[in-house]
């Protein structure tokens, strides 16, 4: 399973972007997708999950209520929706999968995912 994440880019504080992680798999909708994020220095951060059905998701405390992740199984696509901008979130932020049974399941532990993609940066100026 590849993935990639697009969407980044610069923006100034209290701005809004929106990032998009793409796959070619067939079966998208049995795969729950985490979108995690590393600034310069820092340790690999989770931010957001969502299930492969797209009803259940999970959010770190400091985007809650910034941010929102969501999906189109249809175009194989999660996004993730970055509102009110802050310097602190700039980071390359990454997508990653994992194949569960139950279309529900939100997948919390960074090491229960399987596949991985690259990341897109997001640069947030003050």
């Known amino acids: 399973v590849q993935l990639q994440a697009s969407g980044g880019g610069l923006v100034q504080a209290g701005g809004s972007l929106r990032l998009s992680c793409t796959t070619a798999?067939?079966?998208?909708?049995?795969?729950?997708v985490g979108w995690f994020r590393q600034a310069p220095g820092k340790e690999r951060e989770f931010v957001a999950a969502i299930s492969g059905n797209g009803r259940n998701t999970w959010y770190e405390d400091s985007v809650k209520g910034r941010f929102a992740v969501s999906r189109d199984n249809a175009e194989n696509t999660v996004y993730l929706q970055m509102n009110s901008l802050k310097p602190d979130d700039t980071a390359v932020y990454s997508c990653a999968a994992r194949r569960e049974v139950n279309a529900q399941t939100v997948v919390l532990i960074t090491s229960r995912y399987d596949f991985w993609g690259p990341g897109t940066l997001v640069t947030v100026s003050s």
């Open positions: 798999v067939r079966t998208f909708s049995t795969y729950a």
